[in-house]
């Protein structure tokens, strides 16, 4: 039986941060990408942040999410359409507990397809605090002209630098 | 390093149909992923599980979401004979995906319970759990919409992930 899941790239980033995590020449070999992350951002907060999601390089307003979180007491939601990223949540922010940072994962089915690219993920920032954030995330990625995903670039929303220590991995998953 | 997560099958419709089901399933694995990734091909639908064409009130599902206009919920079906993946997060003609994880699916002595995680970023997302009270294997899955068809070129794909 093939191996069906296995690693294509792991990013850390190192000393002095960086703005964005970034996989390029994403292969086209795989059925479905599968993103682990564990990120910390330079967001002055104890809210943590959210993470903005670009594929292959598209900044025009072609993407939407539909967001779920809750903070430790209560619960909420927010959706966006038409905007230049998608967004999942939560990286950890800068007045977050030391240390920490925010764990998430990001699914990605069909990414060589000719449809939109839809996006599940999940993720928390956890704080030894009373606000803390996790949130679930359904995004969309449907630019005029369909096109594989050979790109996927992670930057903070509110925040300007992922600290040190960051780590992303990209699987690769196939369905045969 | 021994392989454990593994595809069984995977179905890509080649026109619209309102469902897909999975047989023979092999009692070799430890759980099952299923990977949806469909749209409606007109209106809308909820998406439904069924297991060893058990069509009697045997499921249960409990759910958390984001709904459209800013709207958070949570609640639940008992003693159903058509327990949804989703609640919110449906079907329509945006492209979604739909991930449920079917727990120690083929033991003979527990329940069989369904996480899934429903991706709709047009009308919702969230987690649903499901159970199927029975002790039998699983070797059946079908999945079915509630009204309309799974579009053409929708996908469903099934894994088999083994403890050791």
């Known amino acids: 039986m093939a191996n069906t899941y296995t690693a294509i790239a792991t990013v850390t980033v190192g000393a002095g941060g960086a703005s964005t995590i970034e996989f390029t020449s994403i292969p086209a070999t795989y059925t479905d990408l599968y993103v682990l992350l564990s990120l910390r951002d330079n967001r002055a907060s104890t809210s943590g942040d959210n993470v903005k999601v670009t594929f292959n390089s598209d900044t025009s307003s072609v993407y939407s999410y539909r967001l779920l979180y809750g903070d430790g007491s209560s619960a909420g939601s927010a959706s966006g359409s038409s905007e230049a990223q998608t967004r999942i949540q939560y990286a950890s922010a800068d007045n977050q507990t030391a240390s920490t940072f925010g764990s998430l994962n990001m699914y990605v089915p069909n990414y060589t397809s000719s449809n939109a690219k839809s996006i599940s993920s999940e993720g928390a920032s956890e704080n030894n605090a009373t606000e803390a954030y996790m949130g679930l995330t359904a995004g969309l990625w449907n630019p005029a002209t369909q096109a594989a995903i050979t790109s996927i670039k992670f930057a903070p929303y509110n925040g300007t630098n992922w600290k040190q220590y960051s780590t992303a991995t990209l699987y690769g998953i196939k369905n045969s | ?164």
Do not use: C
Not at chain 2, 43 to 72: F, K, L, M, Q, R
Not at chain 2, 141 to 152: E, G, P
């Open chain 2, 1 to 164: 390093m021994a392989i454990t997560y593994e595809p069984i099958a995977t179905t890509t419709l080649g026109s619209a149909q309102s469902s897909v089901t999975f047989s023979s399933i092999s009692g070799s694995y430890t759980d099952i992923i299923l990977v949806i990734n469909a749209k409606a091909n007109t209106g809308t639908a909820n998406i439904v599980w069924e297991v060893n064409s058990d069509t009697g009130t045997n499921y249960s599902y409990t759910y958390v979401n984001a709904e459209p206009g800013g709207v958070t919920a949570s609640g639940r079906a008992s003693s159903t004979a058509s327990p949804y993946l989703n609640f919110y997060g449906y079907l329509d003609t945006t492209w979604g995906n739909w991930i449920a994880h079917f727990m120690n699916y083929s033991n003979t002595t527990t329940y069989k319970s369904v996480l899934a995680r429903f991706n709709n970023s047009n009308n919702g997302t969230g987690a649903n759990v499901g159970l199927w009270r029975s002790t039998s294997a699983i070797t059946q899955i079908k999945i079915k919409t509630s009204a309309n068809n799974f579009d053409t070129g929708s996908t469903f794909t099934l894994y088999g992930i083994k403890a050791a």
